[in-house]
T-cell receptor, first 113, second 117 residues
């Protein structure tokens, strides 16, 4: 089945130690997204790629970076994680026509110690 | 700026009965999409139903239907014959009709639905 896969499911990192979360998709979608979801809150968009074009949300901290080496893979890099970065990180994809629904991965739960 | 409001943080329904989740939104756009997403505990978020703003007919998907009131900017979700598997967090969401790139999907804060056996 076509899907969005996030690895790892759970990630523990130390305060200030860089961490990378990965996402892959078999849907061949042009658009990929990274959302941050803190406990009992709505997902918050960090950035998205339309093909190779990177779109950063204005309030996304510089601490968060992303790479998309090809259509199938997208990475979220947190350069110096703080305790406030502990959250569920959701990767999603969509087609590029207006109103295309998002297809989400299972998420990676990040713990910062 | 567009906003999405879900005024019910939690709802409860008896199995086999009907429940309606409320959502209101604010936008100055005339062409947009509205969605309901379901996020079960520890599982991935999935699309429940989608409504195109320029279509007057309310979207339906099996036991799920919406009541879309464009003038009132209201978009409620009705779940009929509720099942235990319907228990989840439900998010109402809005996106402008960009075409080319969907851009930012704006979520409400969610409604946690419990289903009682």
């Amino acid at each position: 089945d076509a899907m969005v896969i996030q690895n790892p499911r759970y990630q523990v990192t130390q305060f200030g130690k860089p961490v990378t979360l990965s996402c892959s998709q078999t849907l061949n979608h042009n658009v990929m997204y990274w959302y941050q979801q803190k406990s009992s809150q709505a997902p918050k968009l960090l950035f998205h790629y339309y093909d190779k074009d990177f779109n950063n949300e204005a309030d996304t901290p510089d601490n968060f970076q992303s790479r998309r080496p090809n259509t199938s893979f997208c990475f979220l890099d947190i350069r110096s994680p703080g305790l406030g970065d502990a959250a569920m990180y959701l990767c999603a994809t969509s087609g590029d026509s207006g109103g295309s629904p998002l297809h989400f991965g299972n998420g990676t739960r990040l713990t910062v110690t | 700026a567009q906003t999405v409001t879900q005024s019910q943080p939690e709802m409860s329904v008896q199995e086999a009965e009907t429940v309606t989740l409320s959502c209101t939104y604010d936008t100055s756009e005339s062409d947009y999409y509205l969605f309901w997403y379901k996020q079960p505990p520890s599982r991935q978020m999935i699309l429940v139903i989608r409504q195109e703003a320029y279509k007057q007919q309310n979207a339906t998907e099996n036991r799920f239907s919406v009541n879309f009131q464009k003038a009132a900017k209201s978009f409620s979700l009705k779940i009929s014959d509720s099942q235990l598997g319907d228990a989840a967090m439900y998010f109402c969401a809005y996106s402008m009709n960009y075409g080319g790139s969907q851009g930012n999907l704006i979520f409400g804060k969610g409604t946690k639905l419990s289903v009682k056996p």
